[in-house]
């Protein structure tokens, strides 16, 4: 039996899929094609279990619904779910109090820069305002 918490993050994940697909259509309405697969990472190895293996399906009647709209899209090769560890789930820095050395790395791998970082960038830029 699955754990509530994997429930939770699977209801969570067909969401974010239903988004995902929503704005890829509307790329693709505008004229701007994706040209790779997009991937939906996720910090629960249940939930990306559940995702990648249709096994579990008999565990999981209460979230049928949500399991065949993310199993039929992921066969359809419309997206990738992979587990990511929550020590580098980026979506943490917005929804959890982080140490400085995480916020550190999730600010680096958002392309954020620091005040110190635009001001070193702005000395090596001599004539420009």
């Known amino acids: ?7 939770v993050e699977y209801r969570s994940l067909a969401n974010c899929v239903s988004e995902l697909l929503w704005i890829k259509q509307l790329l693709d309405e505008v004229g701007i094609s994706v ?8 910090d629960n190895s249940a939930t990306v279990s559940v995702a990648e293996n249709p096994t579990h399906h008999a565990r999981m009647k209460h ?18 779910v992979n587990f990511v560890p929550s020590t580098q789930q980026i979506a943490d ?37």
Request: overall charge positive; charged content about 20%; some cysteine.
């Open 1 to 7: 039996m699955l754990t509530s918490s994997a429930e």
């Open 35 to 42: 040209s790779k697969t997009p991937v939906v990472w996720c």
């Open 63 to 80: 979230v049928k619904i949500d399991h065949h709209f993310v199993r039929e899209n992921i066969l359809a090769g419309l997206l990738q």
């Open 93 to 129: 820095v917005l929804t959890k109090p982080i140490t400085p050395k995480h916020f550190a790395f999730f600010r680096c791998a958002l392309r954020v820069m620091s005040f110190s970082e635009i001001e070193v960038q702005k000395s090596n830029k001599p004539g420009e305002c």
